[in-house]
């Protein structure tokens, strides 16, 4: 009995020291984690000296190597030594994403473009996240995008992140390239990101690229983004938009000028845009880039040709002088917009 006491005794003082050492560690201090590693002396824990390393950098190599002693499995302690053999031995004893982007970008940083492709790939592979560093450091090595995304094994992830990264970087051109690999796919999960590329383009004053992603969409928005048409909120006015009718509910507090339907056009020569309207009209007209239609008549046509490639249609409401502010419902249906033979 009274070795088994003692036993007890030997153990409860051995937890306390274990717990004291930990409550030390945690002050996280060069001198409180030495003393931590002096009361856990008989199996102090890796990460101990690991931790060390960050707070002593004079003897950062020292505390590293004495924490790979103890567990030579610990990959993160290995990248910190750095040199080619390290960075090695981190990726042979952990075979995740951390230990292949840093030998990508330890090749990378070397020159040596014949070591950064194989680990790049294998980084590629085993990401769970942003793969945007990855790509900034590939595309600075092969600018061709396509030939980037094949290297980096092709996959459809990898090809929405580079579409990703050359829009972050401006490169409208190649990022058009890559687009319209995602376009020929006609993947509905890509539709969302084709859709805001077409919005790029537009902001960018590529009409053509812009048209192109935007024809070969298999599904389009009604409203908001791209070609589509807009409904801006407007104080004092209630819309209701349907396909191809908007109806327009004026309360008469609506500000003196404002836009109430608009959409970017890509122009290649004259055009027509006709509709159909129903209710108070006064002070509605279209406008084009400061080009404007004059107020709404019965004939609901408009010919235009337009000073640039993309512009800005708008049907605006602008109180006419001496009149009251407009008030009362208007019905807009069958709006169309074709090139004039």
Not at 33 to 49: E, K, N
Request: a neutral charge.
């Amino acid at each position: 009995m009274r070795f088994l006491s003692l036993a007890f005794a030997a153990l409860l003082a051995c937890a306390l020291r274990l717990t004291y050492a930990e409550i030390v560690f945690r002050r996280d201090t060069p001198t409180s984690v030495q003393q931590a590693i002096w009361l856990d002396r008989a199996a102090p824990p890796a990460r101990y000296f690991e931790r060390l390393a960050e707070l002593d950098s004079e003897h950062a190599d020292r505390w590293l190597r004495e924490a790979l002693r103890l567990n030579p499995r610990l990959s993160s302690a290995w990248i910190e030594l750095g040199a080619e053999s390290d960075l090695l031995e981190a990726a042979r004893v952990d075979h995740r994403y951390l230990p292949a982007w840093t030998l990508a970008n330890f090749y990378f940083r070397a020159g040596n473009e014949q070591a950064f492709w194989p680990w790049a790939r294998r980084a590629a592979d085993l990401a769970y996240d942003d793969l945007g560093p990855l790509l900034q450091l590939a595309n600075r090595l092969d600018p061709d995008a396509l030939r980037v995304i094949a290297r980096l094994g092709g996959s459809d992830r990898v090809m929405r992140a580079e579409l990703d990264s050359l829009v972050a970087a401006g490169r409208m051109n190649a990022g058009q390239q890559v687009a319209r690999v995602l376009l020929e796919r006609r993947s509905l999960e890509d539709q969302p990101r084709l859709i805001e590329m077409t919005e790029r383009q537009i902001q960018a004053g590529n009409a053509a690229y812009a048209v192109e992603l935007w024809n070969g969409l298999s599904q389009r928005p009604p409203t908001a983004v791209g070609f589509g048409w807009r409904v801006p909120s407007v104080e004092g006015v209630t819309t209701e938009w349907k396909p191809d009718e908007l109806t327009l509910s004026f309360s008469g507090t609506q500000p003196e000028t404002c836009a109430l339907l608009e959409r970017v056009v890509a122009f290649t020569k004259p055009y027509r845009l006709s509709f159909e309207y129903q209710g108070a009209a006064g002070g509605i007209r279209w406008d084009l880039d400061g080009q404007e239609s004059g107020p709404l008549t019965s004939s609901g046509e408009w010919h235009f040709s337009p000073k640039h490639s993309l512009a800005r249609l708008r049907l605006i409401y602008r109180r006419d002088p001496g009149k009251v502010p407009a008030e009362g419902r208007l019905e807009l249906r069958h709006i169309r917009l074709e090139p004039m033979l």
